[in-house]
């Protein structure tokens, strides 16, 4: 099966959840279609907050697995692609670096870029292109990832990684690499720094000692993107988990009225602390989840 890119910007007319479906014309169908049951890379063009902007990335961001491809009921000239394993990356991973190009499409006869190409939304991609940019993406080992240092940035005086000696990261993205990632991005996203209690502590090697919290869980096919992350410490993660808080969808902190007395000991907020930039926020639809499925309210 081919592999795809999906080209996704932050102000597209397409109606995107974007680690849950991608929107597409009818025009890219038989390419989607083709992919379904495999993986996809993310890529954000250079405009990206409106037609005339140009604070794009120009770069590769995340990874996801089509699942299913069913048609738009309000326009039938397009259709939805259903995402799991929905994952950014740890580095973002920009379309060129030098004269390499990560997508040989992009790329002229006389070196130079194709920018008709990028005019393709939807763009399919050979399997070592692919590779190569997971690998990037990925940055650290899993080895290197333990350290929790978040100081890894890509750099692009460096070639290409090579493309056969990470396996893992190469044909699938696995658990552990993505808790790993998971867990860096979220607390990126919060300073390292509990949402809940505004706690923040560094161990003796100053590795944070907050965690990364699924809102919507894994196990149950929540992804692994920012938005549906909390930093947490583990007494208040062990909390949430288990349904005796919740948030509400105006990020107020909700306590079971079951636990009141034991929940009152904690230095819990009224209203958590949110990431600064808006699209790492919680979203509403992961809160809804939580609040359904896991909020002992009573």
Request: proline share 7%.
């Amino acid at each position: 099966m081919p592999k795809v890119v999906f080209t996704a910007s932050d102000s597209s007319i397409y109606d995107d959840v974007r680690d849950r479906w991608y929107h597409f014309p009818n025009m890219y169908l038989k390419s989607v279609c083709e992919a379904v049951g495999d993986q996809v890379v993310f890529y954000q063009p250079r405009r990206n907050s409106g037609p005339t902007s140009a604070d794009g990335a120009q770069a590769y961001f995340a990874a996801a697995r089509v699942v299913n491809v069913r048609p738009d009921p309000n326009r039938p000239d397009h259709h939805f692609a259903d995402l799991a394993e929905y994952m950014e990356f740890d580095l973002k991973v920009p379309f060129k670096v030098g004269d390499h190009y990560w997508e040989s499409f992009l790329r002229k006869d006389d070196g130079s870029t194709n920018k008709g190409a990028f005019g393709h939304s939807v763009r399919l991609i050979p399997d070592v292109e692919f590779s190569a940019i997971i690998a990037a993406g990925l940055g650290p080992s899993i080895e290197e990832a333990r350290s929790e240092s978040d100081e890894h940035r890509f750099d692009p005086s460096l070639p290409a990684p090579p493309l056969i000696e990470r396996p893992t990261a190469t044909t699938t993205i696995t658990r552990k690499i993505r808790d790993v990632a998971f867990r860096r991005h979220v607390r990126i996203a919060y300073a390292n720094t509990c949402a809940i209690t505004g706690l923040r502590f560094f161990d003796r090697k100053g590795r944070p000692e907050v965690q990364g919290a699924h809102i919507w869980p894994v196990e149950e096919n929540g992804p692994d993107s920012v938005r549906n992350g909390i930093a947490m410490t583990a007494t208040v993660h062990w909390l949430f988990d288990r349904g005796l808080i919740s948030i509400g969808d105006d990020f107020s902190i909700l306590r079971s009225a079951k636990h009141h007395d034991a929940l009152a000991s904690l230095p819990l907020r009224d209203v958590m602390t949110v990431p600064e930039k808006i699209s790492d926020r919680p979203h509403p639809t992961y809160l809804e989840w939580h609040r359904v499925n896991r909020f002992n309210e009573s």
